[in-house]
């Protein structure tokens, strides 16, 4: 039922390739069969219907076949990769997953009843509405991760408006709210998932070229890696028409070096949030920051800077948290945005800015003007506690010199003084040879 056009889209397209895992292909007509056989065996399983699964897996042919299945068996979905597999237990317990089922890299399968019966109350609601649901995660980087609950049927629903079929990389994880829109997306159009092993530059182009890929779904720091790395210059990128870019704020440099080096290449700014799913979303340009968003039920509204949006596939509620809308049925998304007319400008998180001494500086502003510095290989920026302005600029940055810190320090200040405000100029410096991302290829800030 939930998942009825799916199964016509695979019918009518058997002999399309449909996935690519561990470079070998698997056509439509085995993931139709792969999908009809675990619809059969669920039950066998013991997996009830409306059950709350945990399903630890990435993007392998029984992971998307099971996926499909757990839907139209109206389970409720939580997805698990092993980027985050010390917060197993606490997934769990928070899900109240009754039934674990784990995939390994060789796409075998093995199922874990928990002893519990998930009694939420948003989890009865949707159990007593006979739809599947999702529970998605938040990445938890500035503190505990929120579990948002989502019925699926809504969030379908936009996937049956048939859109251009693309080969395409799935680099966001099959736990994020990107990497499900991005396989339902595919699915949706007869496209071709094409999966990596691991999420490096070197990976991912070399996927590029051996597999023809057309689309490519990522992140504005793994776009910076890719252009600090150079691995494009190894391998043939022409089928590469478009990418899309989203989770974070894009520094408008990077986004200008991109298109300098992939001229042909269209980049699209995208917008979404666990909460609510991704928006259908219009860049005024490639190498603009500037986007519409919106889509057909979707509204949106400025209310004191920030982003408030109404859509049908909003989520239901937090599993561990209190509500985020507001008594009229807004979600207010914590964005800081300009405007221009019907396009907007994400300034970055409201919980991110850093005042000092009243006045109000942006992260991702600071870091674009670092990361210009020749030697700088990657830059986060933090407010820290001040005894005289509350709050002062840290950066903390990793080089590719061998600068020391008072060295790297008196060339910063230099740099900056004529493309930052004074009270902007990182104040603290740090030098680390860490990385500022995790797993999800999201800058991570950590705030004092």
């Known amino acids: 039922m939930f998942t009825d056009f799916l199964s016509e889209i695979f019918s009518d397209n058997k002999e399309k390739d449909a996935l690519v895992w561990q470079d070998r292909k698997y056509l439509y007509e085995y993931l139709l069969n792969a999908f009809q056989d675990w619809q059969k065996n669920l039950d066998e399983s013991g997996i009830a219907k409306n059950s709350v699964v945990l399903l630890e897996a990435d993007f392998s042919p029984n992971a998307l076949a099971l996926m499909l299945a757990l839907i139209e068996h109206e389970c409720i979905v939580v997805p698990f990769t092993t980027s985050v597999k010390a917060k197993k237990a606490e997934f769990c317990e928070i899900a109240q997953a009754e039934h674990i089922v784990s995939i390994d890299e060789n796409d075998i399968v093995s199922f874990e009843r928990i002893s519990r019966e998930a009694d939420h109350d948003l989890l009865r609601q949707l159990k007593m509405r006979r739809h599947p649901g999702l529970i998605l995660f938040s990445s938890g980087s500035t503190g505990k ?54 999420r490096s530059p070197e990976s991912v182009c070399k996927a590029i070229e051996t597999h023809k890929v057309q689309l490519l779904p990522t992140s504005p720091t793994f776009i910076s890696l890719l252009l600090l790395s150079e691995a494009y210059r190894n391998y043939d990128m022409t089928s590469l028409e478009l990418v899309t870019y989203g989770t974070e704020v894009m520094p408008e440099s990077t986004l200008k070096k991109f298109h300098e080096c992939f001229p042909n290449v269209r980049l699209l700014q995208t917008y979404g949030l666990s909460e609510i799913g991704i928006m259908r979303s219009k860049s005024e340009s490639s190498d603009s920051l500037w986007m519409k968003i919106g889509g057909e039920g979707i509204q949106t509204r400025i209310a004191d800077g920030i982003l408030q949006i109404k859509t049908p596939s909003a989520m239901l509620g937090y599993l561990n948290a209190p509500s985020p809308f507001t008594p009229d049925g807004w979600f207010d998304t914590g964005d800081k945005v300009e405007t221009n007319g019907d396009y907007i400008r994400i300034l970055g998180r409201e919980s991110e800015i850093i005042n000092v001494g009243g006045e109000k500086v942006w992260p991702a502003e600071i870091e674009e003007v670092i990361q210009m510095m020749p030697g700088v290989e990657d830059v986060a920026v933090c407010g820290v506690k001040s005894p005289i302005t509350g709050q002062m600029v840290q950066a903390s940055v990793k080089l590719k010199t061998d600068e020391t810190l008072s060295d790297f320090r008196k060339r910063m200040r230099n740099f900056c003084k004529d493309k930052l405000s004074a009270f902007k100029v990182p104040q603290k410096v740090m030098l680390t040879d860490h990385a500022f991302h995790g797993g999800r290829f999201k800058k991570l800030r950590i705030k004092q």
Request: some cysteine; proline content about 2%; overall charge positive.
């Open 145 to 198: 991760s929120k579990a948002a609950l989502h019925d699926f049927a809504p969030l379908l629903e936009k996937f049956k408006l048939r859109r251009h079929a693309m080969r395409t990389l799935t680099f966001l994880l099959f736990d994020h709210i990107g990497g499900v829109n991005t396989l339902l997306h595919i699915l949706s159009n007869a496209g071709c998932a094409v999966t990596v092993q691991e």
